[in-house]
Structures are given as structure tokens and as C-alpha cells.
């Protein structure tokens, strides 16, 4: 169940598979909070479990569906930053 606070890492990128940087989306880690749960059905992030692994990926694409990058390829920002850009 989604119900608690979490984190968003958020810094769009290009895919290095297809080039795409228009179907990039972060992948969210930890135990996310309903608002994360509702932007995964709708394809906006992906929830990537409650533990992350030093070389768990933190960016999908959704056109080829390649998972690459690591967290220090990510900096912090807050979901309503986020929310707002999208």
C-alpha cells in the first residue's frame, strides 16, 4: 500500500539506446506516497521497490524500455517541482 512520504530524484536525460529524451521517466525508489503511486499508473515515473542497490538504475525509457544511469546521476528536487514541469 502507497500511503507514505517518499522522495523524488527528478533531472531529465536522453536515453543512450534510442536517443529519446521526450519517453525518459525517473524511477522512484523507497516507500512511496499515494501521489507516487497515482503518477506510476498514469506512466509518469516508475516505482523501482524499497530498496535500492548501488547499481540499480534510476532512469527508464518508455520507447525501448532501457534502464540505465545511477543515483549520483540524479540531483534532488521536491515532487511539486516536479509535478510543475511535467
Known amino acids: 500500500m502507497c500511503d507514505m512520504p517518499g522522495k523524488l ?5 536522453r536515453c ?12 522512484v525508489y523507497g516507500i512511496a506516497p ?11 515515473i516508475e516505482l523501482g521497490g524499497g530498496i535500492i542497490q548501488e547499481d540499480a538504475p534510476v532512469w527508464v525509457c518508455k520507447r525501448c524500455e532501457n534502464r ?3 543515483i549520483n ?12 514541469n511535467a
Open 9 to 13: 530524484f527528478y533531472n531529465p536525460t
Open 68 to 70: 540505465f544511469g545511477s
Open 34 to 44: 499515494l501521489e507516487f503511486c497515482e503518477m506510476a499508473m498514469h506512466g509518469e
Open 16 to 27: 543512450p539506446k534510442c536517443g529519446s529524451n521526450d519517453h525518459v521517466i525517473p524511477i
Open 73 to 84: 546521476d540524479r540531483q534532488e528536487s521536491d515532487l511539486a517541482q516536479f509535478i510543475e
